[in-house]
């Protein structure tokens, strides 16, 4: 009895440091999901010479480092949220490295803003809404950067 405990316990703490999720209200954000609109980094701006990990929103605003890419067509927008959504996107956090180069804007059905975040692709993180950084799976990174960097939206 005392092994099948110590394995279980085991099992429990390995799900817990080696894996993330995004939490329940992020969740809930990404599933009311309808749009994303894709903002890239422009470290040439005058605004963003000395910033490394910009956040796309700041005091409620779009953060002028950042300008519009594209906006994703409705397959694509599932795509992503279908990523973000699945556990196996995220692995244990680096939150040492952080060098802001997308963001992303959600919108509801209703076309009203419902989230953001903020990626470091390079660096494999992200940031929901400002808030604490995840890492990506190299697997969810690439499959991001191919739905950002594809000609159609």
């Given at each position: ?29 990404l599933k009311r999901t309808k749009l994303i609109s894709i903002y890239e ?16 929103i700041l005091s409620n605003k779009i953060e002028p480092c950042f300008k ?79 739905i950002i960097k594809s000609p159609t939206h």
């Amino acid at each position: 009895m005392k092994p099948v405990l110590l394995v279980l316990v085991i099992i429990a703490f390995s799900n817990s440091c080696f894996g993330q999720l995004l939490n329940p209200k992020d969740q809930e954000i990404l599933k009311r999901t309808k749009l994303i609109s894709i903002y890239e980094c422009n470290r040439d701006s005058p605004d963003c010479l000395d910033k490394k990990d910009v956040q796309i929103i700041l005091s409620n605003k779009i953060e002028p480092c950042f300008k519009l890419k594209k906006k994703l067509n409705s397959t694509s927008t599932r795509r992503i949220i279908s990523i973000l959504l699945n556990s196996a996107s995220f692995k244990q956090t680096d939150p040492n490295c952080f060098t802001s180069d997308f963001g992303m804007l959600l919108f509801d059905n209703q076309q009203n803003m419902t989230g953001s975040i903020t990626t470091s692709l390079h660096c494999d993180n992200l940031s929901f809404d400002n808030r604490i950084v995840l890492t990506l799976s190299k697997i969810a990174t690439r499959q991001i950067i191919e739905i950002i960097k594809s000609p159609t939206h």
